[in-house]
């Protein structure tokens, strides 16, 4: 048995976790002497209407900041802090909540022209700068696609400089009217970004030494024939070559018969090869070119190639969730591809979100594992039996399905002897299990002994003794079965946690 000095941080731990906690019980939580668990408490779960009230107006930055990053609450709620003068709190909103894995709602489109537009001071450190704050936003998944494309008609000229930024998805309309823009930064914005479609601007900037900048330019911007011709002497930066649509033509051909395979493949992929080239790389001698070839015919656009390349080559764990592209196929193609009888284009069939719901069920019993656990991850409506198949086999996705509602959480006897503790934790937390799982209380994983311990049919005097064992205190703290009482009285010996 532990002193109650070495076991109030997992007390407090547990209480902010426990989800049978009422407000009073947490609102204790939010004094200095909680700070132990302002991170579970405000990062980690939903909280009551009261609770985010006391929050967003919390004397303590690091409250509001762990807030901002809450995946467990709507956009609306974390835009309440839209106008925090702090710079690291207003840049935890901008990035968007934790982890950063998966989509994320959309904040409301007002929330996002006053991030946007924002031109305030900021309190706090210097070092964070509201155009830095900006940058985040915009990389952040959280503009709507619909706002993004009406950026470049924006009445506020920040808005509009950032669309300029976008200036290889943007349409000759869109360019066409940035260009001449009536504010002097906007125009400047719309000449300097304009530049990516300019191939003596980007023989100019482009580095001869190697770094990110030089492949960025490479592999995206219009592209010289003396810049492209002195990689191919050189035999450097062929791959981004390979992948950039402005390379012109002839090079592209000189690329497909390169010796390395990989950038052969990467012509493979390319939505301009002809049907004489693509026939020749159907016949590769390597796999992969040849895969890559005849996957899609030659009637092909880049949006499609682009969804392919996001799912080409790699396992279902390390592909994850898909956030929309810039340019989207169209739908009708994404249904093509759910009918297709190749796995690979089925797999890009299930990273579209909005796939209808009577292909998502075809493709939730698919005879590839692969589509399954893609399903899984992207489709809004997968079913539960395939989020949990996710969940077991592919633990590097475990931090984003542990945030989904669908996730099953009961029924999962048959999963308590994993050889994995993350999917026994799992299993620990079934609250319909009867009898409790309480061979796992002596578990070897702290994870598995918490989700145990925290189980709610476990009987109080069990639940009494867990509290004082440091190995299962803070699980027994979350246990939903202790009252409102117990929890004050046990916050009341947590060391200088006073009472409300």
Do not use: K
């Amino acid at each position: 048995m532990c002193s109650v000095s070495g076991l109030s941080d997992l007390w407090v731990r547990g209480v902010a976790a426990n989800s049978g906690a009422p407000s009073d019980v947490l609102l204790r939580l939010l004094q200095p002497q909680g700070r132990v668990a302002w991170q579970v408490l405000c990062q980690e779960r939903g909280l009551p209407g009261d609770v985010v009230d006391a929050v967003v107006v919390h004397p303590e930055w690091a409250v509001r900041r762990f807030f901002a990053r809450n995946r467990h609450v709507g956009a609306v709620q974390r835009s309440r802090l839209v106008d925090d003068r702090d710079g690291f709190v207003r840049a935890d909103l901008d990035a968007g909540p934790r982890p950063r894995v998966g989509r994320v709602e959309a904040l409301p489109d007002d929330v996002v022209e006053r991030l946007l537009t924002g031109r305030g001071p900021l309190a706090g450190d210097a070092s964070v700068t509201v155009d830095e704050i900006r940058q985040e936003l915009v990389s952040s998944g959280q503009i709507s696609p619909f706002f993004l494309r009406r950026m470049w008609a924006h009445s506020d000229p920040l808005v509009r400089g950032f669309a300029a930024a976008r200036w290889l998805w943007l349409g000759d309309e869109e360019r066409d009217a940035l260009l001449p823009d009536p504010v002097p930064a906007v125009r400047d914005a719309a000449r300097r970004h304009s530049r990516v479609l300019d191939p003596v601007a980007m023989e100019a900037e482009l580095p001869e030494h190697s770094c990110h900048h030089r492949t960025l330019l490479l592999g995206n911007y219009a592209v010289s024939r003396a810049v492209a011709e002195a990689c191919l002497d050189r035999g450097r930066n062929l791959l981004s070559l390979a992948t950039n649509p402005f390379t012109p033509p002839d090079v592209v051909a000189r690329l497909a018969r390169q010796a390395d395979p990989r950038v052969r493949e990467r012509v493979a992929g390319r939505a301009d090869v002809g049907p004489v080239l693509l026939q020749a790389l159907a016949e590769d001698p390597d796999d992969g070119v040849r895969t890559r070839a005849r996957v899609q015919p030659a009637s092909r656009t880049w949006a499609q190639c682009r969804a392919v390349d996001r799912v080409y080559g790699q396992a279902a764990e390390d592909i994850g969730v898909v956030g929309e592209m810039a340019v989207e196929p169209d739908g009708e193609w994404y249904r093509a591809c759910a009918l297709s009888g190749h796995p690979l284009l089925r797999r890009v069939a299930v990273t579209w979100h909005r796939l209808p719901v009577p292909l998502m069920r075809r493709l939730a019993d698919d005879a590839d594992p692969q589509v399954r656990h893609l399903l899984a991850l992207n489709h809004p409506l997968a079913p539960p039996d395939a989020l949990l198949d996710a969940f077991v086999q592919m633990p590097r996705q475990r931090a984003y399905l542990l945030t989904l509602d669908r996730l099953p959480r009961t029924g999962l006897r048959q999963l308590l002897g994993h050889a994995d503790p993350g999917v026994r934790a799992l299993a620990a937390g079934d609250p319909a299990l009867r009898p409790p799982p309480v061979a796992l209380l002596h578990d070897a994983d702290a994870g598995v002994r918490r989700a145990a311990a925290a189980h709610p049919a476990l009987p109080g005097e069990v639940v009494e003794a867990l509290l004082w064992d440091g190995a299962t205190a803070e699980g027994a703290a979350a246990n939903p079965g202790l009252g409102a009482g117990r929890l004050h009285r046990l916050l009341d010996r947590a060391a200088g946690l006073p009472s409300s």
